[in-house]
């Protein structure tokens, strides 16, 4: 099935440290979604975007729709423990639900 | 506001069942979509239903189905089941068409 390209596919950094992490996609999206996803559960929506250029913030999260509507970028600043899980990404197009997700990326965070 | 609910949260069947997994979405929302979570696939979509119309699917055999109700309560169901199909199904739930959706914790199947 089809995946975004998503990179890093893992990250290890110490608490405090920020991380970035991005997404592209060889078509366009008219809506980019960043989800957080830990063991056994469900993936939690963490910043929802829908215009080209457009930058958000959710607390330390801050994501952005790239201009080409072909990929997104997640910044994590003053990492803690609690950021530990996966990390998707998410396209969408207009009319529908459809998710086309990212391959993820794992977060950990050391003490 | 209760989030997605989905029920069971854990099965195990034997090669050759059926299953049926249920959605309850968040209140208010119309549309429901399903996804398959595996460590070789990652999160791959199965369908979509909206207003009990399935509006889109995704690359599954025909084993794999879905409907939903007149209350957006949406049930996916799974018949001769593989040793393949041992994964996490997720529902997910919107407001409306491009807005983002919520997902429910999922029903992990283990297929034995």
């Known amino acids: 099935g089809q995946q975004l390209n998503q990179s890093p596919q893992s990250m290890f950094i110490q608490e405090g440290e920020d991380v970035s992490m991005n997404c592209t996609s060889s078509?366009?999206?008219?809506?980019w979604l960043w989800y957080k996803q830990d063991p056994g559960e469900g993936p939690v929506l963490l910043i929802a975007l829908y215009k080209a250029g457009e930058l958000t913030s959710n607390g330390r999260l801050t994501a952005q729709f790239g201009i080409t509507r072909k990929d997104s970028f997640l910044n994590i600043s003053a990492s803690i423990p609690s950021d530990v899980g996966i990390y998707f990404c998410a396209g969408q197009r207009i009319n529908t639900d459809k998710l086309i997700f990212g391959t993820g990326t794992r977060l950990q965070v050391f003490p | 506001k209760a989030g997605v609910t989905q029920t069971p949260r854990y099965l195990i069947k034997t090669r050759g069942q059926q299953v049926t997994l249920s959605c309850s979405p968040i209140?208010?929302?119309?549309?429901v979509s399903w996804y398959q979570q595996t460590p070789g696939q990652g999160l791959q979509f199965l369908f979509e239903?909206?207003?009990?119309?399935?509006?889109n699917k995704g690359n599954f055999p025909g084993r794999f189905s879905g409907r939903q109700f007149s209350n957006s309560r949406s049930e996916m169901n799974v018949s001769t089941l593989e040793l393949g199909d041992s994964a996490l199904y997720l529902c997910?739930?919107?407001?409306?068409?491009?807005?983002?959706?919520?997902f429910g914790q999922g029903t992990r199947l283990t297929v034995v």
């Open positions: 239903y909206f207003s009990e119309t399935q509006r």
């Open positions: 997910a739930s919107s407001l409306a068409a491009g807005l983002g959706a919520f």
């Open positions: 078509s366009i999206f008219n809506t």
């Open positions: 209140s208010g929302h119309r549309s």
